[in-house]
């Protein structure tokens, strides 16, 4: 089982970034994905999640309505766009897998002038 995210970087206040999340071992569209973030000196908090068709999500207070998560499993992928992004996004963002109990290496957003 392997969750490789990508497409972190640095983006200044205002901008977007959007995560990907390439998952390989495990039958993707059988399962609910999630993104979590873990931002220096916070606990990991939960960002966003989906149903393994797509129709569901849900969000964090704090990200509702700037943040998006998808997902296409045809391509085995799960996707965060993040619009808005606001300093207080800046943190380390993973992708995991409840059930299958697997984390991604995570991929660093830093938001700043």
């Known amino acids: 089982v392997q969750l490789v995210e990508s497409g972190g970087g640095l983006v200044q206040p205002g901008g977007s970034l959007r995560l990907s999340c390439a998952a390989s071992g495990f039958i993707f569209s059988s399962y609910v994905m999630t993104w979590y973030r873990r931002a220096p000196g916070k606990e990991r908090e939960l960002v966003a999640r989906?149903?393994?068709?797509?129709?569901?999500?849900n969000y964090a207070d704090s990200v509702r309505g700037r943040f998006t998560i998808s997902r296409d499993n045809a391509k085995n992928t799960v996707y965060l766009q993040m619009n808005s992004l606001k300093p207080e996004d800046t943190a380390v963002y993973y992708c995991y897998s409840p059930r299958i109990g697997a984390w991604g290496q995570g991929t660093l957003v830093t938001v700043s002038s």
């Open positions: 989906i149903g393994s068709a797509g129709g569901s999500t």
